[in-house]
């Protein structure tokens, strides 16, 4: 019986930079859903867990916070890891945003995506991170 990748939600509302996210997702052998706002996000979560959110924090319409909230009133979707992708990284704390299950702060001004894939090397099995 062949295992299914695990799913990595990309929820940005800036499709070139979330293309790069899934991209590098693809690469690590892992299976990426993207979805352009946190609505969007909330549904595909419905759908199926992620083994991982990389999540922007500010886009239209409700903000990487509402999802961050809503993610902790349930007892499956709170032990998400979340990686936050935000252009405001500098003007945010990791041990502000670690309770709500973030695990990575990354600076879309400066980050390179092999960042993403180290972080999701973190919390997914080595044998399917490359």
């Not at 800036?14 to 549904?43: I, K, N």
């Not at 999701?120 to 099995?125: D, K």
């Amino acid at each position: 019986m062949t295992q299914s990748p695990p799913r990595v939600l990309v929820i940005d509302d800036d499709q070139w930079f979330a293309e790069l996210q899934l991209a590098a997702v693809r690469r690590a052998g892992m299976a990426p859903v993207y979805a352009a706002d946190v609505l969007a996000g909330m549904a595909a979560l419905d759908e199926a867990l992620p083994a991982v959110i990389i999540l922007d924090m500010f886009m239209p319409g409700g903000n990487g916070l509402v999802l961050l909230h809503e993610l902790q009133s349930y007892s499956d979707t709170a032990r998400i890891p979340i990686i936050i992708c935000s252009n405001n990284a500098s003007d945010m704390a990791l041990a502000d945003l670690a309770p709500y299950g973030v695990v990575a702060l990354l600076d879309k001004t400066t980050m390179h995506p092999s960042d993403v894939t180290n972080v999701l090397g973190r919390y997914i099995p080595s044998e399917v991170v490359t």
